[in-house]
């Protein structure tokens, strides 16, 4: 049970009562009110209202309001809440406290609440928690309505301080319900292609975490809706006129930068933000016994619209969120945390052997040692090079960074350390030369080095549950591709799966008009990779197994790639090569035909999603 605060302001009452807001005018020239009820607080300004708990923190309820009447948005027990996965390195000793429910923690538990400001031009609701026996750090969340707006914004600092116990979070997240079913939302938008009616048949049986199979026959998973932080706009649910809408002004506070991918809306019209996540093997936040550290996460803006189609209010959501992120920073929010005197980053990358760099990611990072995918404790910046390979990255918190260049069909990142970043400065960091990694001369290369299986077969279509079902259908004698005459769009699928069709193992093929000497390079770059090997076998003579790490769950998850990357090098010798046609092999240990029974599958699932793979001989 909660333990209920003691209230610690007055009753704020400003003079419009609530059948007054719900006749409210929608040209959103009311004032901000606060009207504190029994333990909760009602936020109204003409458009919306929004219903917290100063008990838990949670806002029970986001009501639209016009001249007519007041629209209820969420479900009343779980409207908006923050949750957490995560917890102490050890568990604690002499409580009596439970630990969190199936690992996630209500960081707002027991929370103490503070009216920041009461209107008339905008309300601000502080609770603060922690850190608790199975959350180790402390948490203050902020949601700010203001006048005229259709929406407010939320956000959360997180703190850890000398005298806590380390700990750490794997995930944590804004969630919102809405009105279960289609009697007020009608469709999911995740992007302007994954737009879609709200699945209702119920589900029958349960085919993996939080993927169903529905009574009409369909597979449902939440993990269709997956997407790339560097695509977030906006998300969210319409219908009957009505739009509620995760926006993302900034995803600086996001962990993973740009390709980190995570959820967004599912099944029983739930809403997220998701701050801190590890899906698709994304980093997780680790703090030591004593270590200083915090982050703010937010401010995101919920928006509330109304429009006479699911795609017009889509577009105006698109627009809104244009606007918010020309207004980062907030010049309103006042934080330690949130500096409001930026920098910008810029410069130019340039390959020694004049290979193009565009579109190549360029990232700034924080100097923890670790790939910028993993990272997760401090703030990420990023954007792409131009034709030229010129960048500018504004809005810069200031600090010292690494930059990181990705991509530009190499398997090895540009790195920089030590690019320090002042208050309303401009970091020109000039040309920067790129040297490429090379093992002798190139004799043919599948892909393009760039962490994704986005150009080959399927690649660029994955968000579908139980893609490993296409493969046989499109390999019927599996995978063979032959240089120069194959095309990695038609003939490469986009994964390897421990499943084949009549061989356990792809093959490529390629011509030599002469014999070969000196070491050869087989490079690999691996987007996905789950498996207990792979063996790689050049004219039928093994030369390595394989064993790389897990990388994350993209194989079963609908995905194209993981945040983990990893490179390997295989070198052999030369003369392995002959002239007239070679062949190299790469075969899954494990593997076994699609004909097998579906029960010997699900013994053991495996898989690899190739990046680039590349011939190269000194």
């Not at 995740?190 to 993927?211: F, I, L, M, N």
């Not at 131009?386 to 090895?412: C, H, K, M, W």
């Not at 299986?453 to 690649?459: A, D, I, L, N």
Request: hydrophobic letters at 35%; one cysteine or more; a negative charge.
């Amino acid at each position: 049970m909660h333990a209920k605060p003691a209230s610690v302001f007055p009753l704020l009452f400003l003079g419009l009562a609530c059948c007054c807001a719900t006749k409210a005018s929608a040209n959103g020239t009311q004032p901000v009110t606060v009207n504190e009820q029994a333990g909760q607080l009602v936020l109204e300004n003409g458009l919306i209202s929004l219903t917290v708990s100063t008990v838990t923190g949670d806002i029970t309820a986001i009501e639209s309001l016009d001249q007519h009447h007041r629209l209820l948005l969420t479900d009343r027990k779980e409207g908006m809440y923050l949750d957490a996965n995560g917890g102490p390195d050890e568990a604690p000793a002499n409580t009596t406290a439970k630990p969190p429910k199936a690992g996630y923690d209500q960081p707002l538990y027991k929370c103490a609440c503070r009216l920041v400001k009461s209107g008339p031009d905008d309300a601000d609701v502080e609770l603060k928690a922690g850190p608790g026996d199975w959350f180790p750090f402390q948490t203050e969340v902020h949601y700010v309505l203001q006048r005229g707006q259709s929406g407010f914004y939320a956000y959360v600092l997180y703190s850890h301080t000398a005298g806590m116990p380390g700990g750490g979070i794997g995930q944590t997240r804004f969630a919102i319900k809405g009105v279960p079913g289609t009697a007020v939302f009608t469709s999911h938008v995740v992007d302007d292609k994954r737009q879609g009616p709200v699945d209702t048949s119920p589900a029958v049986q349960g085919v993996q975490d939080a993927t169903y199979r529905l009574a009409d026959g369909t597979i449902y998973t939440k993990y269709n809706n997956s997407a790339f932080t560097c695509d977030y706009v906006a998300h969210g649910m319409a219908g009957h006129g009505t739009g509620l809408w995760m926006v993302w002004p900034s995803t600086e506070f996001l962990n993973g930068g740009p390709l980190r991918q995570d959820l967004t809306v599912h099944q029983d019209n739930v809403l997220l933000a998701m701050f801190q996540g590890g899906h698709f093997g994304a980093g997780t936040i680790a703090v030591k016994e004593g270590e200083v550290w915090s982050k703010l996460y937010g401010p995101v803006f919920i928006y509330v619209n109304h429009g006479s189609s699911v795609e017009s209010m889509w577009t105006d959501a698109k627009a809104r969120a244009a606007t918010e992120r020309a207004q980062w920073p907030y010049a309103w929010l006042k934080s330690d945390e949130y500096p409001l005197e930026r920098g910008t980053v810029k410069g130019q990358i340039a390959l020694a052997d004049g290979g193009s760099t565009k579109d190549a990611w360029v990232v700034l990072a924080p100097p923890d040692g670790k790939d910028w995918p993993l990272s997760a404790k401090g703030y990420i910046f990023y954007g792409k090079a131009d034709s030229g390979g010129r960048f500018v990255i504004p809005n810069v918190r200031p600090g010292n960074y690494t930059l990181f260049v990705s991509g530009a069909n190499q398997f090895e990142d540009f790195r920089r350390e030590n690019v320090t970043v002042g208050p309303q400065s401009a970091t020109d960091l000039g040309v920067l030369q790129w040297t490429p990694i090379t093992h002798g001369r190139t004799l043919w290369q599948i892909g393009v080095a760039d962490r994704s299986s986005r150009e080959f077969k399927g690649g660029d279509d994955v968000r579908h549950y139980g893609n490993f079902l296409r493969y046989p259908t499109d390999f019927t004698d599996d995978v063979t591709f032959t240089i120069g005459k194959s095309h990695e769009k038609t003939d490469w699928n986009f994964a390897q799966w421990t499943w084949y069709s009549q061989k356990p193992y792809w093959t490529i093929l390629f011509d030599l008009p002469r014999p070969q000497a000196g070491k050869a390079t087989l490079t690999i770059g691996l987007a996905s990779a789950e498996m207990t090997g792979l063996a790689i076998k050049v004219n039928g003579k093994q030369v390595s197994e394989l064993k790389p790490p897990k990388s994350g769950p993209a194989g079963y998850r609908s995905g194209g790639q993981d945040s983990l990357y990893q490179v390997e090098y295989v070198p052999f010798d030369g003369s392995l090569l002959h002239p007239g046609v070679n062949q190299i092999t790469l075969g899954l240990r494990h593997a076994m035909p699609f004909s097998a029974p579906m029960e010997q599958r699900g013994k053991f699932f495996g898989e690899v999603m190739y990046d680039a793979i590349r011939l190269e001989i000194q």
